[in-house]
């Protein structure tokens, strides 16, 4: 909740450039990011943007491939909400918000309709045709909201997916020729190639002026926001809006090449500390 | 600008702190007495003891802390006050909230308390201020003094043994908070002070230092065009941001300490989106490790 007077206050400052903690209307927070954070996960991170504080566990199963597309692997996603965080994560609530936001995630960062586009290669995921793949478990956890989650949670997958790595499989004929049985090899894994998933930078506009990682106060604010996925080339993959009011599209326009602008600059200073912490 | 990417551990702001205090030599004001979950407390056992909040007596007789804390004993009473926990609300105490939402004749106000405190609507001044009967119209009309989401800030008028608060406004001082911006601290950083309200006049801001950790930063005055009012919105951003640098330290915020590290970035030409880094911080510690020295010297 905001009052009248906060929104003025907000509204006023970012006219003239300047947001309530000093930043300009393009800055982000600094970014607080771990990698491996959980230690039964296949890769995992925790992402602290400001006051939002953000879980990511990634887990690879070995499942069965969709009955349209038996040649291509899986990605879920599922996105909770901790009680703990807020009392509007409670019950009902939080489930509503947290199938919202993986909603926003499949449709915008990793699967199209074909099932390429989007950052991975679903291709490379399948064993065999039609009866295996390997299925990817993308988990969130929002531990605390002060805005931005979305933008937070693509920062945590990256650094999880950057720890991925798929063991080799051995497909042998079993005992009867009908059920083949797999020989998993640990050993031999090869890395996740995730270089192409993009993040998701969410832009809103408040006045005349376009903001990027916005806090809690300053999302009350904007009558709409764009959550704009881009990749390090700065293609836009996807764009979920947020917020009833319609938005014209020249504004649609500028918003999406704003995010163009920052997404790989964004991208660029993550992918530099994820290789610097896992050390590749 | 790109992003600054930074491990979670970077973040020490406690060590950070500690660690400047203690090279300085500045001593901790008093050097009160901490105790962590489960250390044992000394008695008295000529003396007897009276078991207060945060501390148990374990199967041996002995009394423990049951929180992290300060102890505090007053005569035969041992109380463990915890370092961070919500708002214990105390009666006289100068708050900020928000209102959430509106039941009977009364105003409920979050305060990041345990539970939702309350404002009658007898306990307002109405317009025309003058004490009369409360009618059904002005129950009616409750939403034309405070809304669903406004901030208001108010006095503890009571606290009631199953721990729910009562707030009053009949004062001047306070009621409905208009433009500016509200943030959260840790309320056991905010020293309870005889004044919580403050106009800082050649900054042009008014600062309320809500005891239940939520701070109020404004910019006031106004008419003398836009260039004016911009620069009170930069002076309440700049101290918004130096409440923020002492919370982020778990230094005391009170109207001292806060001046003070306004003072610090302002003469250190330090820009307000600065203040948040370590370099800043340092300069804080640095700062406050010299005032308690100079209190020492005193």
């Not at chain 1, 945590?156 to 720890?163: I, Q, S, V």
């Not at chain 2, 509106?102 to 939702?116: C, E, F, M, N, S």
């Not at chain 2, 009616?140 to 199953?162: P, T, W």
């Not at chain 2, 101290?239 to 806060?258: D, E, K, M, S, Y």
Request: charged content about 25%; glycine content about 12%; some cysteine.
């Amino acid at each position: 909740m905001i009052s009248a007077g906060e929104r003025a206050y907000i509204t006023q400052c970012v006219e003239g450039g300047l947001r309530g903690d000093g930043r300009g209307c393009l800055d982000h927070r600094v970014t607080r990011l771990d990698v491996g954070t959980i230690p039964q996960a296949n890769g995992s991170a925790r992402v602290q943007l400001g006051g939002t504080d953000v879980m990511v566990g990634v887990k690879v199963e070995i499942g069965a491939p969709l009955a349209f597309r038996p040649d291509s692997g899986r990605v879920e996603f599922n996105v909770d909400f901790s009680p703990c965080g807020s009392p509007d994560f409670e019950g009902k609530e939080g489930e509503v918000l947290g199938a919202d936001l993986a909603n926003a995630l499949a449709r915008s960062v990793v699967v199209g309709p074909d099932g390429k586009a989007g950052g991975l290669d679903l291709a490379t995921l399948s064993i065999l045709p039609g009866n295996s793949c390997w299925v990817i478990f993308v988990d969130a956890l929002i531990l605390n909201n002060d805005g931005s989650l979305l933008d937070a949670v693509t920062m945590a997958m990256r650094g999880a997916l950057a720890e991925i790595r798929i063991p080799h499989v051995e497909i042998t004929k079993g005992d009867s020729a009908e059920v083949p049985e797999f020989e998993i090899d640990n050993e031999k894994s090869s890395k996740l190639d995730a270089g192409a998933v993009p993040i998701i930078v969410t832009v809103a506009k408040i006045g005349r002026r376009y903001l990027v990682d916005l806090t809690s106060e300053e999302e009350l604010c904007s009558d709409f926001s764009l959550h704009i996925a881009v990749n390090a080339e700065g293609r836009v993959c996807g764009v979920t809006k947020k917020g009833s009011t319609p938005v014209h599209a020249s504004v649609m326009q500028e918003m999406l090449e704003l995010a163009q602008r920052i997404g790989p600059k964004v991208i660029e200073s993550l992918d530099a500390y994820i290789v610097d912490v896992l050390g590749e | 600008m790109a992003l600054l990417v930074e491990s979670t551990e970077t973040a020490d702001w406690l060590s950070l702190c500690h660690a400047g205090l203690s090279a300085a030599g500045a001593s901790h004001l008093g050097a009160p007495t901490f105790v962590c979950v489960g250390d044992a407390i000394e008695i008295d056992p000529a003396q007897g003891f009276l078991r207060g909040h945060g501390t148990h007596v374990d199967p041996n007789g002995a009394l423990r802390a049951s929180v992290c804390g300060v102890l505090q004993r007053i005569n035969k009473l041992v109380v463990v006050r915890p370092l961070k926990s919500r708002y214990i609300a105390e009666t006289g105490d100068v708050v900020v909230g928000r209102v959430t939402s509106i039941a009977g004749r009364r105003w409920k106000v979050d305060l990041h308390t345990r539970q939702r405190a309350e404002l009658s609507l007898a306990a307002v001044i109405l317009p025309g201020g003058i004490q009369r009967r409360r009618t059904a119209e002005d129950e009616l009309n409750m939403r034309g003094v405070f809304k669903e989401g406004d901030l208001i800030s108010a006095e503890v008028q009571a606290v009631r043994g199953d721990g729910s608060v009562n707030l009053h406004t009949r004062s001047a001082r306070y009621g409905l908070l208009g433009e500016g911006q509200a943030l959260r601290v840790v309320p056991n950083l905010i020293r309870r002070q005889r004044a919580h309200s403050h106009e800082l006049g050649e900054l042009g801001v008014s600062l309320i230092l809500g005891c239940n950790g939520m701070v109020w930063v404004a910019p006031v005055g106004g008419g003398e065009g836009e260039d004016e009012a911009a620069r009170r919105r930069g002076n309440a951003c700049r101290v918004a941001n130096a409440v923020r640098a002492l919370g982020r330290l778990c230094l005391p915020i009170f109207l001292g300490t806060v001046m003070g590290v306004v003072g610090i970035s302002v003469e250190g030409g330090v820009a307000v989106r600065e203040m948040g880094g370590q370099a800043f911080l340092e300069r804080v510690v640095e700062w406050e490790a010299g005032r308690r020295k100079e209190m020492d010297v005193d």
